[in-house]
């Protein structure tokens, strides 16, 4: 019975981690089946091209139409309104929610994660499975808690199988993501994850290059930069412990920042 209930709260925290999809213990020869396969010969004809992928001119449209979307929004309440009437973002039609934000908006510290994972696609609300959980902890160590930052995330619905977003599904959810911190108006940004800190900052390095380092970021609407800190994701943590202690050091450089309540990039 023991072992029972522990292989079950195992399946259920690997759930909440994300590892929503089962494969075989043994690996597949995919190869080998495609070589054993007969091949079949058929008379060839002349047929319309199809296209593989969107054109130039429509992803070019869809953008226009996120960014005016976005940029019509006058509130928040608007801003998840114009998101739920979007279509032109392709990750929506596999989420089950859409995830858009948790916490308080008028928080001065705005924290921005990557994309929802399969808890967080449940209850469309981000940061609320495994990664959430420690993420709860680890603001509990500076004295913050939902009631004193706010959440979300650069993308606002989960990728499938929490696959790695494409350029294109980030460029369509960016317009959005910008109106969003323009709306909110923090006093700093914390970007946890490097999909996170590569998008926001315009950077190429990896996430352990750029956590621990201010930077301003300041998106086209506003009149003045805010001060954002990368810092590494908790689910790379709940992967990677031994990596705590980077992220404690950003978490104290965090703190440092909001005690001082000026710009870690003016001081000095």
Same mark, same amino acid.
């Given at each position: 019975?023991?072992?029972?209930?522990a292989?079950?709260?195992?399946?259920r925290?690997?759930?909440?981690?994300?590892?929503?999809?089962?494969?075989?213990?043994?690996?597949?020869?995919?190869?080998?089946?495609? $070589?054993? @396969?007969?091949?079949?010969?058929?008379? /060839?004809?002349?047929?319309? @091209?199809?296209p593989?992928s969107p054109?130039?001119?429509?992803?070019d449209?869809?953008?226009?139409s996120a960014?005016?979307?976005?940029? @019509?929004?006058?509130?928040?309440?608007q801003?998840?309104?114009?998101l739920?009437s979007f279509?032109g973002?392709t990750?929506?039609? %596999?989420?089950?929610n859409?995830?858009?934000?948790?916490?308080n908006?008028?928080?001065? #510290?705005m #924290?921005l994660?990557?994309?929802p994972?399969?808890e967080? %696609?449940?209850q469309?609300?981000?940061?609320?499975?495994?990664?959430?959980? /420690?993420l709860?902890?680890?603001?509990?160590?500076?004295?913050?808690?939902?009631t004193?930052?706010y959440?979300s995330?650069v993308?606002?619905?989960?990728p499938?199988g929490?696959r790695?977003?494409?350029g294109?599904?980030?460029?369509?959810c960016l317009?959005?993501?910008?109106?969003?911190i323009?709306?909110?108006d923090p006093?700093?940004l914390?970007l946890?994850?490097? #999909?996170?800190?590569?998008?926001?900052?315009?950077?190429?390095?990896?996430?352990l290059?750029? !956590?621990g380092?201010?930077a301003h970021?300041?998106?086209?609407?506003?009149s003045?930069?805010?001060?954002?800190?990368?810092?590494?994701?908790p689910?790379?943590?709940?992967?990677?412990?031994g990596?705590k202690?980077l992220?404690w050091?950003?978490?104290?450089?965090?703190?440092a $920042? #909001? !005690?001082?309540?000026?710009?870690?990039? /003016?001081?000095g």
């Open positions: 019975m023991e072992s029972s209930e292989s079950l709260a195992a399946l925290w690997l759930v909440e981690a994300g590892a929503d999809e089962a494969v075989d213990e043994v690996a597949h020869d995919r190869m080998a089946r495609r $070589a054993t @396969a007969p091949v079949r010969r058929t008379a /060839l004809r002349s047929s319309p @091209a199809k593989s054109s130039l001119a429509s992803n449209a869809v953008l226009a960014r005016d979307l976005a940029h @019509a929004a006058q509130d928040l309440a801003l998840r309104a114009a739920e279509d973002c990750l929506r039609h %596999d989420a089950t859409l995830v858009f934000a948790d916490g908006p008028r928080a001065r #510290i #924290i994660g990557e994309g994972g399969a967080e %696609d449940r469309g609300l981000p940061f609320v499975g495994a990664s959430g959980k /420690l709860d902890r680890m603001l509990a160590c500076i004295g913050l808690d939902r004193s930052v959440i995330n993308l606002f619905w989960r499938p929490n790695t977003p494409t294109n599904e980030l460029a369509t317009p959005f993501v910008e109106r969003h323009e709306l909110v006093a700093f914390f946890i994850g490097g #999909i996170s800190a590569k998008t926001l900052l315009g950077r190429s390095e990896g996430i290059r750029l !956590r380092k201010w970021y300041q998106p086209s609407g506003m003045h930069p805010i001060p954002a800190l990368a810092s590494l994701h689910a790379y943590l709940l992967r990677q412990p990596q202690r992220a050091q950003d978490l104290m450089a965090l703190q $920042a #909001i !005690r001082s309540g000026k710009d870690p990039l /003016l001081i």
